[in-house]
């Protein structure tokens, strides 16, 4: 396979566009850690990222946006979450917040295990928002390692093997956070947290209350 390797500042996002659009995965790096990604109209690609990993199937994907306004091409939006939501993602986004939503029918039963829901978060990283937006927006993505490893933090720990597997390569040197996003599931009656990460709990029930 023919690796393509970009610079944080010599990226050319049309070819990466036309890579990930013909089945193409990528690495590139986001605020928290390095990420592979796919488009989430190829599913081929999306299956790729799990070979990669060596994982299976019942693991998913979280959509990676550039804009919060991109969340309603992929998920829904219930009117009673909406205050919350408008609220997590003023206070949060861009950064290490995913939040799960019920998840619209165009997303793909083999990005989200076939479940309902949906995770999506914003990168505060300028890099990753362009890599997102050249593809529409909305990059469906998980760590860049292979399942058990250590999660790569910057471009020198990414896996050698790994990176054989995927066609396009981005270089932005050390992940600035370092640390895995906190996952808040929205789709119960009440918020609950099913990792904490860089953001933890109290900072949040300061925006929403307590969960």
Known sequence: MKRIVFKENNIDLEVIKNKL????????PTDTVYG?????DSLKGLQKIYEAKERNFSSPLIALLSKVEYIE???IIDEEKKI?????????????????????????GIMVSNGETVGVRIPALKLAQDII?????????????????KTPRSFEELDEKFKERVEVIV???????GIES???????TLPKILR???IKKETIEKVIGKI
């Open 133 to 149: 937006e050249s593809v529409g927006g909305v990059l469906p993505t998980t760590s860049a390692n292979i399942s058990g490893e």
């Open 196 to 198: 904490e990460g860089a």
């Open 73 to 75: 091409k992929i998920a």
């Open 21 to 28: 659009n013909n089945d193409g995965i990528i690495i590139y």
């Open 36 to 40: 592979v990604g796919a488009s989430i």
């Open 182 to 188: 906190t996952i808040l599931d929205l789709t119960k």
């Open 171 to 177: 270089d932005g040197g050390k992940s600035p956070l």
């Open 84 to 108: 919350i939501i408008e609220k997590l993602a003023s206070e949060f986004w861009p950064g290490a917040l995913t939040i799960i939503l019920n998840k619209k029918e165009n997303v793909p």
